[in-house]
């Protein structure tokens, strides 16, 4: 049952998940040619299909857009399955930006439905389409059946899609509103980002590439953002919805330009001026930059440089965001946090929670972390009440997953099953029930620099174990070809989203095996062999490898094949194991696996340790004490005692008289 919201299973991947203001629906608006149109399914391959059970059930959901559209429309195709218990009046509405499009009879078997949505004006800041379902159902037996009755449901089809084209301004994008406007996603489809060179690739090019393309990847959500690159002199055309970052090192002033391009208008953003001041143009694309220029041309030399910053120290207490729903039937509030790769939880870990709720006939709780139920509460039927949760987190596990708590990011839900009153089986009840979690919810932690190891199951670490990547060198063939390129560039643009940190490490182009941790893209057939040693198996394209040189750690990547689940829709656990072979960008096959997280060894110190320690030192003292002062006792009356004699009188044990 989907009621009010949209499906739990798999958060991150799934579409359906609010990212800003309603639509708020205006008149009919063209504004010049629109994009190609693109369908979005309501539900993903991995995710439940949507169900809507009892007299009356809501599904609502958004279907992201660019931030650049000025008009959306489309078209609806709802595919259905209904029980066949149903009778008049059952129906179904369909509402787009909250406005009612349509309204069907439900009759039992298949069935379907499809909308057509106008282009209408999307208002500035708003980045998703809403649509909500509503389905009013009566059966044989009940003319208003509870939630859970059997014969009450209506199940959709995966073939159920909302496809939206829209159309963008025709005028070059703000400076200010960088990097934002370079997302061209739509629904379950990823943006896409062009890297045009526009002279030689050189470290410094790649360094000024890096931190663009970073900045644009961590704008966007967690699918990320598909990058390729172009060579200067290449026929590599852009494609449709693509936007592009153009880099020309040639003498002169240090611009930023933007404007648009194609049918579609997708942006452009040009960096031009001497080849070592191209990193300060690339700084523009930072949010706190951005937003302090005006116009779409500006002189670069006088922006910030680009420099990493010191990280600081990490809470003790990491201090929860707030949330609510409202609603009867199931709700959730999802509440995120992040620990950071660099660092490694330890024992000791505790949650607290507390949150209001209105339950108008009671229901259930279950708050969890990472997927894992932790904790259950009833909830009674009265006013609001308040519920409170302190659980301590699971401790053991291996060092890169501590149990209850991961690397990145993790995620506290709050899930309510809250009862329907009779008396509003069969109509809307949105402000009956809520949840309000407030922002006393906190996790305390333990946590240490997390030791260097070779495992690929918390990249980007090590190689970013010091801010900014220093120390880092990633290192490319002598002439890169446009796949390798957009491979590295796609891989350290997502570190740069999962961990929110500037990625900036050192380039090299060719030669030996750089000193240090290093990230190497080899070509098949010109492996470096310090780097195979104790690589299984063959040495062909997709294996990525790394090995540990005692600080150092380098991973070897064979052909730009080998970065691809690096390179899309990367989340940090993705890649698991020291040795692994790439075989899609969803999928990498393990062939060493990490010995930690093998053997689940339990590192790290004991919480409380010093009071522990000292009280055993002071157990151990006194029992010291207590043995020395037997001892002196017993040395005392052995020297008192008389030995044995054969002298007639004598005894034995008998004190000796003068």
């Known amino acids: ?57 809501a599904w609502s959901g958004t279907v992201p857009i660019p931030p650049r559209w000025r008009t959306v429309g489309g078209t609806l195709r709802l595919r259905w399955r209904a029980s066949p218990q149903l009778v008049a009046p059952s129906a179904l509405q369909v509402r787009i930006g909250g406005r009612i499009l349509g309204s069907v009879p439900l009759s039992p078997g298949a069935g379907g439905v499809t909308v057509r949505l106008p282009p209408q004006r999307v208002p500035r800041g708003v980045s998703s389409v809403p649509l909500t379902l509503v389905a009013r159902m009566a059966t044989r037996a009940d003319r ?89 002199g290449t026929a590599v055309r852009r494609r449709p919805g693509e936007a592009a970052i153009e880099l020309v090192a040639a003498p002169g002033p240090l611009t930023i330009r933007t404007r648009t391009v194609g049918a579609d208008r997708s942006p452009v953003v040009r960096l031009q001026g001497p080849e070592d001041e191209l990193l300060r143009a690339a700084g523009a694309l930072r949010r706190s930059v951005a937003r302090r220029l005006s116009g779409t041309v500006a002189d670069a030399s006088r922006l910030p440089a680009v420099t990493p910053t010191a990280r600081p120290t990490f809470p003790r207490r990491i201090r929860l965001p ?54 259950s509460e009833s909830l009674h039927a009265s006013g609001p009440s308040r519920l409170y949760v302190e659980e301590e987190l699971a401790g053991r596990g291996p060092a890169t997953l501590r149990a209850d708590l991961r690397a990145g990011e993790n995620v506290v839900t709050v899930s309510t099953r809250l009862t329907r009153p009779r008396a509003l089986r069969c109509a809307p009840a949105d402000a009956e029930g809520r949840l309000q979690v407030t922002d006393f919810g906190s996790v305390s932690l333990l946590t240490r620099a997390r030791p260097v190891s070779a495992t690929l199951s918390v990249f980007p670490f090590p190689l970013n174990r010091r801010s900014g990547w220093s120390g880092t060198t990633v290192q490319l063939p002598e002439r890169p070809t446009e796949a ?175």
């Open 1 to 57: 049952m989907n009621s009010g919201s949209a499906p739990p299973a798999r958060p991150r991947r799934a579409l359906l998940v609010a990212l800003g203001a309603s639509l708020a629906l205006g008149g009919p608006l063209v504004v010049g040619p629109a994009s190609a149109a693109t369908r979005t399914a309501l539900t993903g391959p991995d995710d439940a299909l949507v169900e809507l059970d009892g007299g009356y059930d």
């Open 144 to 232: 208003c059946p509870p939630p859970d009755d059997p014969s009450a449901w209506l199940q959709l089809e995966r073939s159920s899609a909302l496809t939206v084209d829209g159309a963008g301004s025709a005028a070059a994008p703000a400076l200010r509103t960088l990097p934002g406007a370079l997302l061209t996603g739509v629904g379950r489809q990823r943006s896409q980002l062009l890297i045009r060179f526009g002279s030689p690739v050189t470290p410094a090019l790649l360094r000024a590439a890096t931190v663009a393309a970073g900045e644009v990847d961590a704008s966007g959500d967690a699918r990320g953002v598909r990058i390729r690159a172009a060579l200067p």
């Open 322 to 375: 707030d949330g609510s729903a409202t609603g009867l039937d199931g709700q959730q509030v999802s509440l995120p946090f992040d620990i950071p790769v660099h660092l490694e939880a330890l024992r000791g870990a505790r949650l607290r929670l507390a949150a209001t709720y209105q339950a108008p006939a009671g229901g259930q709780a279950t708050v969890a972390i990472n997927g894992r139920a932790i904790a």
């Open 484 to 658: 390798e390129l957009g491979a590295v560039l796609g891989t350290l643009a997502e570190a740069r989203r999962v961990t929110g940190e500037l990625v900036l490490p050192a380039f090299r182009l060719g030669g030996d095996v750089p000193d240090g941790s290093a990230l190497v893209l080899a070509r098949p057939g010109r492996v470096p062999e310090e780097l195979v040693k104790d690589v299984p198996g063959p040495k062909d394209a997709g294996v990525l490898a790394a090995r540990k040189d005692g600080d150092a750690v380098r991973i070897l990547a064979i052909g730009a094949k080998a970065l691809v689940p690096l390179a899309n829709g990367y989340r940090v656990g993705k890649v698991r194991g020291r040795v692994v072979e790439s075989l899609n960008a969803d999928d990498a096959a393990i062939r060493v696996g990490d010995a930690e997280a093998v053997t689940a060894v339990q590192r790290g110190p004991v919480p409380w340790r010093w009071p522990l320690l000292i009280i055993g030192l002071a157990i151990l003292g006194i029992a010291v004490v207590a043995l020395r002062g037997a001892l002196v006792r017993l040395r005392r009356r052995t020297d008192g005692a008389v030995p044995p004699s054969d002298e007639p009188g004598g005894g034995e044990g008998e004190r000796r008289s003068d």
